[in-house]
């Protein structure tokens, strides 16, 4: 129409609504400016030529009656969508789309995505799979050819859709997703489905939380003031900057591992916030805080409600009957409509938690519990213990500023009312409620997590690792077959226990074990560990009923290992398995 415009074809363009024309103020205020240029008048049907502020107000009201039909269109979908129905939703690769509205599974893609699956549950990378089935000439979604991008993409990819394994989600990322069991449409076993994604780390709406995701995320910012972002590099999680990885001004390019940073928290937290001494002068700083932000969140309730009642007194006045309907009062009720709208869900989220005060009279018993996580990390688990830890965290703690450099790193508590709504700061800078160290870049090896190896002297000491008469005599032959070990009695099988059960080398044996570590200097116990575990295994003895992650790594020579690895979780050892054997 403009190029028409632009070529003299015509000079009056007549409508018969402005809604045929548009249905935003702002692209009607720039055509209307475009077309007057070009020596073209606009005429609605039943008004005549229509001015710049005219048409405006005509495309407000087009503009908000296509929010409601937007609205209405929404509504109706979810509805459907409660109903088990499909309307609304377009098949993707693998189904086709039915009468009904509803979806069946295209037999040739479905075989197609089923051997994506086992290729990938094999051990093939994305990249070589892609190459595969590109050599094979197999025709990709949409025609192209196969990328490793298409395969996961947050939900929506070839093998990260959560209908692969029979179950739809409608409105995945949305607020109030909806779920419906359709196993009829599944393509491979939940299993499989599960296994790949966790495999690849991607994050569905019906996935289970994974057990080592840092109870601290959300609340680290770098000391250029930009939020730090996480990063997975095998097991272990690391914090970036973004404007660092941007190439923005921050210089802090290197990352720094989550589970020291928990730690120096949680030693805080035991040491200093949980201290009857010093402990109740903090807690009353932080009191005060959440005073003062419960006075200004207040303060702005007041006002949105005060407009609120202004703008209902406005629609009253506006909305008097009448013979017929003026367009300009129809345009300024919606436009005080959409505001009322807005300020009543920002009245809905002006709520401030709850103090959350500290209980005193328990404060041994949180001591106790932070020093068992401790104990456990670099991991974290969904124990009941584990989350009451997290939980009093976050309960304190508003903000954490982490200042990596090259010989060290400074970390700044902020201490003020978490959960603070949108808009308001959690944390009052100028009070000076913080607590900062500096620390050394932490060692390498097992005192990276000291709490960890002193966790596992301390059971060793408590006899954890002691074999009775019987399990004695069911190893004794597997220690006196072993070459260059030295002694071979109970004390150098229960020694070899402890560096298979814990993955300590033999340089941080507990008291009892000291002798033996001389004598396993140059030796290779990995082939007696693994006779020992095949033997206890099948008597389930209990000294290795709770065998953690570090009894997986059965390497030739145990002293290699150089990783303290957690003691199991106490109410949760889903995440733990036993070493094949």
Request: hydrophobic share 40%; net charge neutral.
């Amino acid at each position: 129409m403009l190029e028409a415009a632009r070529q003299g074809r015509f000079r009056i363009l007549v409508v018969r609504s402005i809604c045929r024309l548009t249905r935003n103020a702002t692209d009607a205020a720039r055509l209307h400016e475009q077309l007057t240029g070009l020596g073209v008048s606009i005429h609605v049907a039943g008004r005549g030529q229509v001015q710049q502020y005219e048409i405006m107000l005509l495309a407000l009201s087009a503009q908000r009656e296509r929010l409601r039909m937007m609205a209405s269109l929404m509504d109706g979908k979810r509805r459907a969508a409660v109903g088990g129905e499909f309307f609304g939703s377009w098949p993707t690769y693998g189904y086709d789309r039915i009468d009904g509205p509803d979806w069946r599974k295209n037999v040739n893609q479905a075989a197609i995505l089923e051997r994506c699956f086992r290729e990938v549950d094999a051990g093939l990378n994305l990249q070589d799979l892609a190459k595969l089935l590109n050599g094979e000439c197999i025709p990709a979604r949409n025609g192209g050819i196969w990328r490793p991008r298409h395969f996961f993409a947050r939900g929506r990819g070839l093998l990260d859709r959560p209908i692969l394994k029979g179950v739809f989600v409608w409105s995945l990322w949305g607020e109030k997703p909806i779920t419906i069991s359709r196993p009829d449409l599944a393509v491979i076993s939940a299993d499989l489905f599960d296994r790949v994604n966790e495999r690849y780390g991607v994050p569905t709406r019906t996935q289970e939380p994974r057990t080592r995701a840092p109870f601290l995320l959300g609340l680290v910012r770098c000391a250029c003031g930009d939020r730090m972002h996480l990063a997975e590099d095998g097991n272990a999680m690391h914090l970036h900057c973004r404007t660092a990885q941007i190439g923005g001004g921050c210089d802090r390019t290197k990352g720094f591992s989550t589970s020291i940073v928990a730690r120096q928290v949680l030693h805080l937290f035991r040491h200093e916030i949980l201290d009857p001494d010093s402990g109740p002068e903090l807690e009353e700083g932080r009191r005060i805080e959440w005073q003062g932000l419960n006075a200004t969140v207040q303060a702005e309730r007041d006002r949105v409600s005060a407009r609120i009642e202004q703008i209902a007194h406005e629609l009253d006045a506006l909305s008097q009957d009448e013979e017929e309907i003026d367009p300009y009062a129809a345009a300024a009720c919606c436009e005080l409509e959409l505001e009322h709208h807005k300020l009543s869900e920002r009245l809905t989220q002006l709520v401030v938690p709850p103090f959350g005060a500290l209980d005193w009279e328990r404060v041994d018993v949180d001591r106790a519990r932070i020093l068992r996580v401790m104990e456990r990390l670099p991991s974290m688990s969904r124990s009941g213990e584990d989350l009451r830890v997290i939980e009093l965290v976050r309960s304190i703690v508003s903000e954490i500023e982490l200042d990596i450099r090259e010989d060290g790193y400074q970390l700044r508590v902020w201490f003020g009312a978490p959960g603070a709504p949108k808009g308001f700061d959690a944390v009052d800078r100028l009070a000076g409620r913080w607590w900062m160290r500096w620390f050394p870049m932490p060692p390498k090896g097992p005192l990276r997590y000291p709490e960890v190896v002193l966790g596992h002297q301390r059971r060793a000491e408590a006899g954890m690792f002691r074999l009775d008469d019987g399990d004695w005599a069911a190893v004794e032959p597997v220690i006196r077959n072993a070459p260059r070990l030295g002694p071979r009695d109970r004390t150098m099988a229960e020694a070899i226990l402890f560096i298979g059960m814990t993955g300590l080398p033999a340089k941080y044996f507990p008291e009892r074990y000291e002798p033996c570590a001389p004598l396993l200097k140059h030796a290779r116990p990995g082939a007696v560990w693994r006779g020992m575990y095949e033997v206890l295994h099948q008597r389930c003895s209990p000294v290795v009923a709770e065998a953690g992650p570090a009894a997986r790594i059965l390497h030739e020579d145990l002293n290699s290992r150089a990783h303290a690895h957690p003691v199991p979780p106490l109410e949760d050892p889903s995440p733990w398995c036993n070493p094949k054997a």
